[in-house]
C-alpha cells in the first residue's frame, strides 16, 4: 500500500532475467516498500524459483509476455541476455511500462533503432544501466562540469584498462565472438561517462584503430581499441581501451583514467583502484570469475560493487533504489536515458566501424551501415 | 691525467651559456676526464660568469672560433632552438663529439640536413632527451628490452602541461606557430614511448588538435591528440595538452603511460602525485620562478631540482653519463641524431595530419612540411 501521498506510484515490478545482475535487483526491490508487487521470469525455471522463493517474489512464470501481461505490472527490468532484451523491452512498451534496461538496448543497430523509436513514441520513460553514474566520484565531476567549473571543455582522455579475464568470460558464453568487442561489451561505460560529462557536445567524426594480438588467436575477440572522436565544436576526445591485460594485473576487472581539460581548468580522475592493494598468502577471487583466484588485487575494481555482510555495496545499490524511487515519487535521477544508451551504442562501434575500415567516419553513422559491415 | 690510458681526455666547447648551458658547464667543469673547456655565447656577460664560474681555460663570443680551437675534441650545443645547425655543422665537420640539446634543427630539412652530416662525418652524436635518464623510466625500458611482456601490442601516452610552460616559451618569440605542443613538449613523452617500442616502425598517423584556450591571446594550440599505426599492429595514443591552468599543481610536466603486450602490463604514473606540498609561502614553478602558488606538486620540472645549491636529477645523470660516454666509451642511453630527427619527423607528422584533418601515410616527405 502506499504511505498515503497521492503522488506516489505504487510498483507492481517485473523482473525478467534472474541471473546475476536480476538477482542483485531482485533483491533490492524485496527491500523497497514502494514495490508493492514482485514478479520474475527466467528461462531457467531452477534459477528463477530459487530467486522467487529468496525476494518472496509475488509470480513466477518461465515466459516474459506473461509476467509482463499480468495486470499489477506498470514496471519492469529487463535484465536478460545481452541478445535477448528486444522481445521482453517491445512488449513491455506496447504495455506502457516504464522500464529499466541492462545496458544494450540490443546487440544489433537497427534493433537498437527501432527499440529507441517504440519508446519514445509511446513516451516511456525508460532508463538503461550504466552503474558507474551513481559513484560519488563521477556524481561530483559531472556537478563541476555542470557548473562549469573548468569553462569550455576542449579536450577528454580516456584510459580503460581491463583485466581479460573479463573479455575471456564473455565470449566463453557464445559463438558470436565478433560482436563482443571491448569498445561495445565494456568500454561503452567509459564512453557513457564521459558523454555524460560532455554533454551538450555533438561528435561528429572518429578514427580507430584496433588490435589482437593476445586475444584474437585463441577467443576471437580483439585487444584493444584507440580512438579520437571529434565534436562540433573543436573539442577532442581520445578514447581507449584494453581488456586484454594479464591475468595476474591486480585490478581483477575494470580500471579508468580520465583527464579533462577546458579553457580554465582541469580534472583528472585516478580510477585505478591502486588506492587499495591487497596482497596475501591466502588467494582471493577475481570479480566476474570468482573461481580464478589471485594473491595480489586491486579492491573494488568490481563495477557494480562489492558484498559486505551479506549485501551488496557500492554503485548498483544506488542505481537500483534511486530508480525505484523515480518510478515511486517521481524523483529525479541521473540515470542514461533510451537515448543515451543507444547513442552509446552507435558510437562504440562507429569506433568498431573505423578502425575495419581503416579511415575516419562522419557521424552520425546509418544504423544500416553498422549492421550490413560489422555484421 | 686518467687511470686507464686508453681513456680520451675531453676538450670540451660549451656553445651557449643559458639555463641548461649553466647545468651542463659546471658538471663538466667537475668532471675529472674534462681537460680543457671553453665556452661561447653571444651575450658576453652571460658567458663570462659562467666561465669565471667553471674556471673555465677559454671564452669567446664566436662559436668557429671556439670549435676550431686544436684543444676542442667534443661539443655541447646548447643555444637556442633556432641557432643549433651553424655550430652542429662545424663541430661535426671538425670531428667533434656532439651533445646536442633538442631539437636537431627546428625545421624538417634542415634537421635532415644535420642528420645527414653527422652521418656523413660519422660522429658520435647524441640529443638531450633528458627523462631517458631517469630511474622510473630505465627500469621499465630495461623490463620491455628483455621482452617481460611479451610483444607490445597498443600504448597510451597522456601529457598534461601547466599552460605556464608554453606561455613563457611563445613570449621569447614572434614564430609562434612552429611552438606546437608536439613539437616543443611532446617530443619528451614521444622520444620515450618510441625508446620502449624501439624497432617498432610507424607507417601511419591521424591526429587532431584544438585551441579555445591558448589559441586567441598567445596564437598556440592547446592540445593535440593522435594515433599511429606501426607496421605490425601496434597502435599508439599520444596525447598532450599544455594549456592546463596556472594552478594545476604541477608546474611543468606530468605523464601516464600504458604498455599493453600479450603478457604483461606496465603502467607509469609521472604525474608528481605522490608528492605534494601546500603551503602558505608560495612556492616557484619551474621555468616561471617569478609564478609562485600554494599548491604544487614536487619533482614536475624536468631537468631535476635544486637542492644544496647543485642540481639532483635526470640532466646530473645525463650530463655525467655523456662525458662519459666521451671519455671512457661506456655505452650510454642516451637518444641518438637519428632518434632526435625521427622524433622531429613524427611530432611533425602530428602536427600536418591535424592540419590537414586526415590521416597520413608514413614516412612523410620533407617537402610536404614545407608545403
Not at chain 1, 102 to 117: D, F, G, Q, V
Not at chain 1, 222 to 234: L, P, Q, R, V
Request: hydrophobic share 40%.
Amino acid at each position: 500500500m502506499s504511505d498515503g501521498n497521492s503522488k506516489k506510484k505504487p510498483m507492481g515490478l517485473a523482473i525478467i532475467g534472474c541471473g546475476k545482475i536480476g538477482r542483485i535487483r531482485a533483491e533490492l526491490a524485496n527491500d523497497y516498500p514502494g514495490v508493492e508487487w514482485l514478479g520474475l521470469c527466467d528461462i531457467n525455471e531452477k534459477v528463477g524459483k530459487q530467486l522467487a522463493a529468496d525476494t518472496g517474489a509475488d509470480f513466477f512464470t518461465t515466459d516474459y509476455k506473461e509476467l509482463i501481461a499480468r495486470s499489477e505490472v506498470n514496471s519492469a527490468i529487463i535484465a536478460t541476455e545481452e541478445n535477448e532484451h528486444f522481445g521482453p523491452v517491445m512488449a513491455s512498451v506496447e504495455r506502457g511500462h516504464d522500464l529499466f534496461i541492462e545496458k544494450p538496448l540490443a546487440t544489433n543497430a537497427m534493433e537498437s533503432a527501432e527499440i529507441l523509436k517504440a519508446i519514445e513514441g509511446e513516451g516511456i520513460d525508460a532508463v538503461v544501466g550504466y552503474t558507474q553514474r551513481f559513484r560519488r566520484k563521477f556524481l561530483v565531476v559531472k556537478e563541476k562540469l555542470r557548473n562549469e567549473a573548468l569553462g569550455d571543455v576542449t579536450t577528454v582522455t580516456t584510459r580503460a584498462f581491463m583485466n581479460r579475464l573479463v573479455p575471456i568470460a564473455t565470449v566463453e558464453k557464445t559463438e558470436q565472438r565478433g560482436k563482443l568487442t571491448p569498445m561495445v561489451v565494456s568500454g561503452t561505460h567509459s564512453l557513457d561517462i564521459c558523454m555524460w560529462l560532455l554533454e551538450g557536445k555533438k561528435p561528429v567524426e572518429v578514427y580507430a584503430r584496433s588490435v589482437d594480438r593476445a586475444l584474437g588467436a585463441s577467443y576471437g575477440t580483439k585487444d584493444a581499441t584507440t580512438g579520437i572522436f571529434s565534436f562540433e565544436d573543436g573539442t577532442i576526445w581520445s578514447m581507449s581501451i584494453s581488456w586484454a591485460l594479464p591475468v595476474v594485473w591486480p585490478g581483477s576487472v575494470y580500471s579508468l583514467e580520465i583527464g579533462i581539460v577546458g579553457t580554465e581548468g582541469v580534472l583528472t580522475i585516478d580510477d585505478t583502484h591502486r588506492d587499495m592493494v591487497l596482497a596475501s598468502e591466502r588467494a582471493q577471487p577475481a570479480g566476474y570469475t570468482p573461481e580464478v583466484t589471485r594473491n595480489v588485487d586491486f579492491l573494488t575494481s568490481y563495477p557494480p560493487g562489492d558484498i559486505a555482510f551479506g549485501q551488496l555495496w557500492g554503485p548498483m545499490r544506488e542505481e537500483t533504489n534511486a530508480w525505484y524511487q523515480r518510478v515511486h515519487v517521481g524523483l529525479d535521477t541521473p540515470h542514461a536515458t533510451a537515448a543515451d544508451g543507444h547513442r552509446n551504442l552507435m558510437m562504440t562501434m562507429a569506433m568498431d566501424l573505423s578502425a575495419k575500415r581503416g579511415k575516419a567516419v562522419k557521424l552520425p553513422v546509418d544504423p544500416a551501415e553498422l549492421v550490413a559491415e560489422l555484421g | 691525467m686518467s687511470r686507464n690510458e686508453n681513456n680520451k681526455p675531453i676538450g670540451l666547447a660549451l656553445v651557449g651559456c643559458g639555463k641548461v648551458g649553466r647545468i651542463r658547464g659546471e658538471f663538466a667543469g667537475e668532471y675529472p676526464g674534462v681537460e680543457w673547456l671553453g665556452l661561447c655565447d653571444i651575450d658576453e656577460k652571460t658567458g663570462r660568469k659562467l666561465a669565471e664560474d667553471t674556471k673555465a681555460d677559454f671564452f669567446t663570443t664566436d662559436y668557429k672560433d671556439l670549435l676550431a680551437r686544436p684543444e676542442v675534441n667534443a661539443a655541447i650545443i646548447a643555444t637556442q632552438e633556432s641557432e643549433h645547425v651553424g655550430p652542429i655543422l662545424e663541430a661535426a665537420g671538425r670531428g667533434h663529439d656532439l651533445f646536442i640539446e633538442k631539437p636537431l634543427a627546428t625545421n624538417a630539412r634542415e634537421s635532415a640536413q644535420v642528420l645527414k652530416a653527422i652521418e656523413d662525418a660519422g660522429v658520435d652524436a647524441v640529443v638531450g632527451y633528458t627523462n631517458r635518464f631517469r630511474r622510473k623510466f630505465l627500469i621499465v625500458k630495461e623490463k620491455l628490452r628483455t621482452a617481460q611482456l611479451g610483444q607490445i601490442t597498443s600504448v597510451t601516452t597522456r601529457a598534461f602541461m601547466n599552460r605556464l610552460g608554453p606561455i613563457a616559451t611563445v613570449i621569447k618569440t614572434e614564430n609562434r606557430a612552429s611552438l606546437t605542443p608536439m613539437v616543443v613538449s611532446g617530443t619528451h613523452s614521444l622520444d620515450i614511448s618510441m625508446w620502449f617500442m624501439e624497432g617498432k616502425t610507424p607507417v601511419e598517423v591521424y591526429a587532431r588538435d584544438v585551441n579555445h584556450a591558448l589559441g586567441a591571446s598567445y596564437g598556440m594550440t592547446d592540445a593535440t591528440f593522435g594515433i599511429f599505426t606501426f607496421d605490425d599492429g601496434t597502435m599508439w595514443s599520444m596525447n598532450i595538452n599544455w594549456a592546463l591552468p596556472e594552478n594545476w599543481p604541477a608546474s611543468v610536466y606530468t605523464l601516464e603511460i600504458g604498455i599493453v603486450g600479450t603478457d604483461g602490463v606496465i603502467t607509469i604514473d609521472d604525474t608528481h602525485r605522490d608528492l605534494v606540498m601546500a603551503g602558505d609561502h608560495g612556492q616557484a614553478a619551474g621555468y616561471t620562478p617569478e609564478v609562485k602558488r600554494k599548491v604544487e606538486f614536487l619533482g614536475s620540472y624536468p631537468p631535476g631540482d635544486i637542492a644544496f645549491g647543485q642540481l639532483w636529477g635526470p640532466m646530473r645523470e645525463e650530463t655525467n653519463a655523456w662525458l662519459a660516454r666521451v671519455h671512457t666509451g661506456l655505452e650510454t642511453p642516451h637518444a641518438t641524431a637519428a632518434d632526435g630527427h625521427r622524433n622531429l619527423m613524427m611530432t611533425m607528422s602530428m602536427d600536418l595530419s591535424a592540419k590537414r584533418g586526415e590521416a597520413l601515410r608514413l614516412p612523410i616527405d620533407l617537402a610536404d612540411f614545407e608545403a
